[in-house]
């Protein structure tokens, strides 16, 4: 016969094995869900990858002079190397895009989700200009804002004008 002592005994490890495979199967299932479903956005994490790019293309520019940026876009996510100089927002065409930094000669990576997304920002070294840049319309203070498709191929070379240092983006010739 069993003394009561003994099935007190028995109650409490049976509680705790009920109480640990519980924890194992929350534990599971959260591990589960944080696999299906991760926090991992991958729009986001492509721009960071395309800004991480760009700094070092620019950074070979600031050396040599000039440089060619080409990024490889796979998919059908439309990204845009967004020049804003020290404006919030620019339009072009039908899309507006805003910038979470409004700083001195800022460039962002922008994509589009409900709205423009551009949260991948460099300030860049100097202004930048988009075509041509007449003398007389680069100074400093002149600012003029653009935008580039990550699916082109651009040409960017160090340029100056006196004293003022600028950056010039150019279309690559196919």
Do not use: H
Not at 22 to 47: C, G, H, M, Q
Not at 99 to 118: P, R
Not at 126 to 153: H, I, W
């Amino acid at each position: 016969m069993r003394s009561k002592r003994g099935d007190a005994k028995m109650m409490n490890s049976e509680i705790v094995q009920i109480v640990l495979a519980v924890a194992i199967v929350f534990l599971v299932v959260v591990l589960l869900y944080n696999l299906i479903y991760p926090d991992y956005d991958k729009r986001s994490e492509t721009a960071e990858n395309y800004l991480d790019s760009f700094k070092k293309q620019m950074s070979l520019v600031d050396l040599s002079g000039s440089g060619e940026l080409s990024f490889l876009v796979v998919g059908d996510d439309e990204y845009y190397l967004v020049y804003f100089g020290d404006k919030a927002s620019v339009k072009n065409g039908d899309n507006t895009f805003v910038s979470g930094e409004v700083e001195k000669n800022t460039m962002c990576v922008c994509y589009f989700e409900d709205k423009s997304i551009c949260e991948e920002c460099v300030n860049l070294n100097y202004p930048a200009y988009f075509g041509l840049a007449p003398a007389n319309k680069v100074r400093e203070g002149d600012v003029r804002t653009f935008v580039l498709n990550l699916r082109e191929d651009w040409k960017v070379f160090r340029k100056s004008i006196g004293d003022v240092n600028y950056y010039l983006f150019k279309v690559t010739d196919e």
